[in-house]
């Protein structure tokens, strides 16, 4: 059976050696309560529930075939329920949320690790509390305080579960062509009718209630994007009191049938004239429902790197007992018949490419953690709006690079078991079937990407880019210049900052040069924030001489000098016009080659 | 359900255009029978059979959950065994096998096409056959030949069927520890006994007998992989007159369950002092055994294509189809609700990922295919001999650098369907998971990058390199100076010069310096290779005006300018040193990071 040790030990470095958490918690009012005596306790109590209660059941509900669906019932696999309750009882729902609503009001750049114990050992399960959580920040900032008294407890106590109900048949990325109706009632309330697909957690047995909040158009509301109401929808309606009502019109009609995350329920959701309750104003839904989706994106980054360290831990741990061959330096273990394949060079590179990832994407989500606890705490305008634009720059990343190199590492990591990887036992094919889906949903990558080079460069001529890298250069100039990290962290620097002026000086002349050179660009940001991230990692470690902080300055070396040159091949497929696609008449692509 | 029409149209130019098969063959007295008519009548034919027969076999061999074993005995999924006997029947598995023993005699570069259409339909049913042909091709090459008479007849009339078996439980890659043994009996026979796993086709219903091909050392025999010879072990013994006997004391043990190809059986096989008769020589089995394995190694290649073929068809028409936003220059379809999604270049630069791997996959299996019959039908000494070469050097790239890029072509086509790729009812998902497998058997990828450096670079000093990047920069003179994938080619030819140069420099003073930049240096020979096959396709299309050749043009162009600056960071990182993966102790891998 897979493994599975929370990294405590690196997760005190991060917020600790790296972030200088405490200092930061006790500047502000609302967290000075916090130490890191209180981050550690919570983080070991985490990892305990997360190697002895949801790691087991990882394997279990794939092997049973995840969620299973009868006559609109989802039943969730074995074991799930308890869990849940489990989990529910310790507090870990409302972890982050506010203590007026019964949360436990931690910070992010903490329960960042929480969370990332959970992608860990058990990516269906993370995704019934998930929704909750986003379901309850969405609520949070944009109900009423009728709305918010009536729902948030209920949902931070696990009694009852949310959802985000976007996606319909015809209609993903673009949201503006969504059919789902709402009609006004006299009574203030709205008729929903309308089908929902790839609705995450849209029907289970978890929790009493589920709170969906759907995305729908008014009969008179404007075409596109800005004619979309937010609408709480719940499966049973909810009496004064509190009480459970009757059961509302709407309910599951299937479930997906999926590569993976086979125990989470994928669920079509058929709305008949359901009774629905306005979210703010109408046709102000997707701004509401985009707090929601930044919260989801940023934890599809931490999925990602659960699901990496997950995998980096198996395959260590497989390629330390797997003997076969010797080494071409001498044999290393005479007594055995082999030596371990630790002795080989590309099985070492196949494990540093994941534990760089590992570590780099751990102090990231950090990162954007705190940066999202700036906005959200300080008491200082220009921080919060300075951290703001950090967020909204770095969110795409967050999700899309943080799970593209997470599939490869966790690729690299199967590799590790040779054919074994590829047997069901050993687990690591059910990861990289979990992991895909990081990739895809909450917009997928591609699309993270336009948001990158458009909305969150392009539109505001570079300016929060800019900011950026002016942050990494101060930050790198304070590191040892024998580092090999901060030579590569500045020629970065230099490439990503040039290149961004390529992109907008050739984006002027050719509004769909942006989009054919996206990936590119979102893989060269990538790759500099993550060599920022071992600048950081570097300058917390350089002054230390036990191994475990040597160790980290080898590993940033390593990144620099064999991950980092990936950086160079994205410029250069950015400079080569793009326009040469766009030639191609729309047959080309069907027709018999 | 997927779609897939096999790509004729680009067969016959390759064949014809770009490599003047029947110019070829009409200068080899044993081909001499074979034109362009005949091959597009095979290819035709084997359109229908991959298109009608075995394409909705694989999705509903996967829902049903593939082989089923019970009791020893392994059934094959619904429809496998009707399919098996009319592709028996069509002649298909003698396809390049020897007249004399019932084969048709086909050059390899034409069965590699038909190959490609049962890669693209149904990975499972074609590793049936597959296992057979390799079988045969040992036999022919190292059996006695009364052996040869009692087997390879039938095993090309799909009568009886192969294997090999090489893997032990605690011996893959290093097959010099296996410990199976073979005890001589006083008849000539051995006594087999001991376990092998991952057997494809190892027992199945859709033959009468099956033929075992067993790695096993005799008692006596030296340590290490120069104590190993080749045994047959039939799965029922064969009378004098041909009819069966009794049956063999070995047999399945179980079955894996995988992450994909769950069609094809994975079997643990059990010898119990089974009766096993010697092929060849007494301790010279593995290179009987090579034969067979650098077949499959090309045949891995061939199925990356024709996954990389496969998922490129569907997405494309997916695109075709999907509407879904406007594009950026302006509304397309203003008749519909939104564009299709093939005005995103991000979109087109997924698909044409996909499009310059298959061709130039296509291009190179067929180059390939060329080098081996070259071996096998001239009477020219030098001409075989430089053949023999070139195949040596680039089976690695064929295995793998063909496997590698196709998991990146499959994941983008993958991303192409958004949320959809992730359902199963698409098949895009199933395509991911049958083809991984391929970057795993057969030697993993990273074996085959040791191979590459090793024993077909360093041991030589780099002279069949030096060989192929000679014979590349003679044809690329001959294009014309417009075409961008003159220079480019040319300056990989420079960069790969260079690179070996280094390596062997490098290899020299630290012996275990290769094995750490074996992956990097594999595919900037693969970079190489491609761009050479581009440089070939662009020769053929350069004279030509209708579209299909113009496109290959801009194919051409787009590979050169979106794919090959790859080869840049891969160089990169070669040079970085790779001392410094091997300074970290064993245990820094395994500890709480």
Known sequence: MPIYNAPLKDMDFILNDVFKAEDFWQGNDDLAHIDMATANAILEEMAKFSKNVILDLNRSSDEEGGAQFSNGVVTTPKGFKEAFKQYAEGGWIGLGAEEEWGGQGMPKMLTVLADEMIWATNPSFMLYPLLSVGAGMALNNYASQEQKQAYLPKIYTGEWSGTMCLTEPHAGTDLGIIKTKAERNEDGSYDISGTKIFITSGEHDLSENIIHLVLAKTPDAPAGSRGISLFIV??????????????NTMGAGSIEHKMGIKGSATCVLNFDAAKGFLVGKENEGLAAMFVMMNYERLSMGIQGLGASEFAYQNAAQYATDRLQGRSATGVKSPEKPADSILVHGD???MLLNGRANNEASRAFAVYVGQQLDITKFSSDAEAVKKANDRVALLTPIAKAYLTDTALNAVLDSQMVFGGHGYIREWGMEQCVRDLRISQIYEGTNGV???????????RNNGANMAEYITEIREFVATLDDSLAIKAATLNACSEVEAITQFILQQAKGAPDFANGVAVDYLHAVGLLSFSYMFAKISQAAQAKTEAFYQNKLILAQYFAEKVLPGLTAHIAQIKASSNLMMQLPEDYFTAQS
Request: proline share 4%.
């Open 234 to 247: 719940p499966k049973f309606l909810v009496n004064e009191d509190g009480s459970l009502g009757e059961r």
């Open 347 to 349: 099985v070492r590179r």
């Open 448 to 458: 993270q990407a336009q948001d990158l080079i458009g909305r969150k460069t392009i």
